[in-house]
């Protein structure tokens, strides 16, 4: 039976798809796929138009953050096999001297799944607590990020020699809510590590 490797480049708003059977082998490449529900069926129609099954390929594409999930999260519901590669893994096979563009790496990850097939491993979604935890962390350390910047502004106001109440007002409010939000995530995550005794069991080791 033929195999087929397919290499996804994955950008915000669309993404690329190629298809590597073997070395010396045309490598076909679809580009501008939108990166939603849409552009997902699409690209299974289109690799079915050229006897791409869940059976017969092996997916692999670069982790990008939250642009991969999408199309992850779904091609594994429909049975695909997907690895999710480190970026610097899959930059470090090839030489580095060439043109490069979305089609360009989109051909060099499905050629690097075909090399490298017998080391890529199968994605597996995080756990749901655990995904709504590192969303939580996320979202805290952009708040905190926040409520330092906002400290600093207050102490350089207090420099300026003219000054309003209305600015000292709005930057202790901004401040106070800052702080509010972040203890409200606080008690969340809290809340969610009690939900599952290993969880909490390690935090608490740690």
């Known amino acids: 039976m033929n195999f087929y490797f397919i290499g996804l480049d994955i950008a915000k708003d669309t993404f690329v798809a190629s298809i590597f059977h073997r070395p010396k082998e ?3 490449t679809k580009e501008n796929i939108s990166n939603d529900k849409c552009g997902y069926d699409e690209l299974i129609l289109w690799l079915g138009e050229h006897g791409i099954t869940r059976t017969n390929c092996q997916v692999c594409l670069e982790a990008t953050g939250v642009y991969s999930q999408g ?3 779904y091609l594994l519901s429909q049975g695909y096999k997907v690895s999710v590669e480190c970026p ?3 930059k470090r096979a090839f030489h580095p001297a060439g043109h490069k563009s979305d089609p360009v790496d989109s051909r060099k990850i499905a050629e690097y799944a075909y090399r490298f097939q ?3 491993i ?7 607590l655990l995904e709504k935890i590192r969303q939580l962390l996320t ?3 952009q708040f905190t990020r926040q409520k330092s910047a906002t400290k600093c502004s207050m102490k350089a106001y207090t420099l300026e020699r003219v000054q309003l109440q209305l600015i000292k007002d709005a930057q202790e409010e901004t401040l106070k809510g800052l702080e509010r939000q972040i203890a409200r995530i606080d008690k969340e995550l809290d809340k969610l590590i009690k ?3 290993h969880i909490k069991n390690r935090l608490d080791n740690l």
Request: no cysteine; net charge negative; proline share 12%.
């Open 26 to 28: 045309s490598i076909l």
């Open 71 to 73: 199309v992850s999260y």
């Open 88 to 90: 610097l893994k899959v």
């Open 118 to 120: 017998d080391e890529l």
């Open 122 to 128: 199968p994605w597996q979604p995080k756990e749901e």
């Open 139 to 141: 979202l805290r350390e």
């Open 195 to 197: 939900e599952d005794p």
